[in-house]
């Protein structure tokens, strides 16, 4: 794939890996909502393969598939991003669970039960399981989790940088050390469902037939657990909240 000079040929690199984007956007939208067209991710791929394109060297260090990869998945991401599929009133009932589940966690040392959150928040259960359903694509961490003091964007830290910064590296090593602790705390039930879908990579219509359930339920489940551990994971037990705060 070079040319007489010796350089990378990049029409044909873009021809080459241009299934590389569609096999990641495919595995994204298995945890997207339904609202995601899967061409927006492609297009977005396409602009961060070829942005991979025009910055990669040889001498990097790296295979072009693995930086490509990290590009057009970053791309994909940001994306996502500038376009905020999530509304905002289901961020804030996203917020009001986290805050509900760090509540009920602090005054009963364990796991609250969907029954106990949905009395929490002062709704119907099966509201709160429709709630958990329009969930799917809920994600573990959002960009502005992670955003350093200085600015610096979460997605930097997963780019090639033969400078990178050894403390950032810890960083993220210590939000793994503390999102295996979240996980090895969530109920049983859950704790397999997450097993089966990010270890095991099935999706979720297979763990509800692993788990006996539908693959709706295994939805609310899944959406459940995030929510549990981003309620662990970004403060939301460290403080005790209030009642206004859960009923919003």
């Given at each position: ?169 810890l960083q993220d090593q210590h ?34 037939a692993v788990m006996g359930v ?35």
């Amino acid at each position: 794939m070079y040319n007489a000079a010796g350089q990378l040929n990049k029409d044909q690199l873009i021809q080459r890996f241009a299934p590389l984007v569609k096999r990641i956007a495919c595995h994204l939208m298995a945890r997207l909502p339904a609202s995601v067209q899967v061409d927006d991710l492609v297009q977005n791929g396409m602009l961060g393969l070829l942005d991979a394109s025009n910055r990669f060297e040889a001498g990097m260090g790296a295979q072009f598939e693995t930086y490509a990869a990290q590009r057009v998945r970053g791309a994909m991401l940001d994306g996502l991003r500038e376009n905020d599929w999530l509304p905002r009133s289901l961020r804030r009932d996203f917020r009001r669970i986290e805050v509900a589940i760090a509540r009920l966690e602090q005054e009963n040392g364990r796991p609250p039960s969907e029954r106990e959150l949905a009395d929490c928040l002062g709704m119907a259960l099966g509201d709160y399981q429709k709630m958990l359903q329009d969930a799917r694509g809920h994600q573990l961490v959002y960009l502005e989790d992670l955003v350093a003091e200085s600015g610096e964007d979460f997605l930097e830290h997963h780019l090639i940088d033969g400078d990178a910064d050894p403390a950032k590296l810890l960083q993220d090593q210590h939000l793994r050390q503390s999102l295996v602790e979240a996980i090895e705390a969530l109920p049983e039930r859950e704790r397999l469902l997450m097993a089966l879908y990010y270890e095991q990579d099935l999706n979720l219509r297979e763990v509800g037939a692993v788990m006996g359930v539908t693959e709706s339920r295994a939805c609310q489940l899944h959406s459940q657990a995030v929510i549990r551990l981003r309620a662990r994971l970004f403060g939301g037990g460290e403080r005790k909240a209030t009642k206004a705060e859960v009923h919003g």
